[in-house]
């Protein structure tokens, strides 16, 4: 997401709280804010994708690949 896109959620956030939104910006918010959640979750999952531990017994075990989900997704 862009730092415009994300100017453009704070400016819709502080418009909705002084005067309110048209049926369009409202649109437009909503559409905002799901990319962000996405692109939010996206990165997430990306980070504990490359998560490693350290078992136990001294082995390393990485998350992403022992949930089903390899390394480069």
Known sequence: MTEEKIGRINELYHKAKT?????????EQQALRKEFINDFKKNLR????????????????????KHGIKEGH
């Open 19 to 27: 005067e309110g939104l048209t049926e369009e910006e409202k649109q």
């Open 46 to 65: 990306g980070q504990l994708d490359n998560i490693s531990v350290q078992e136990a017994d001294g082995t390393i075990t990485n998350l992403g690949e």
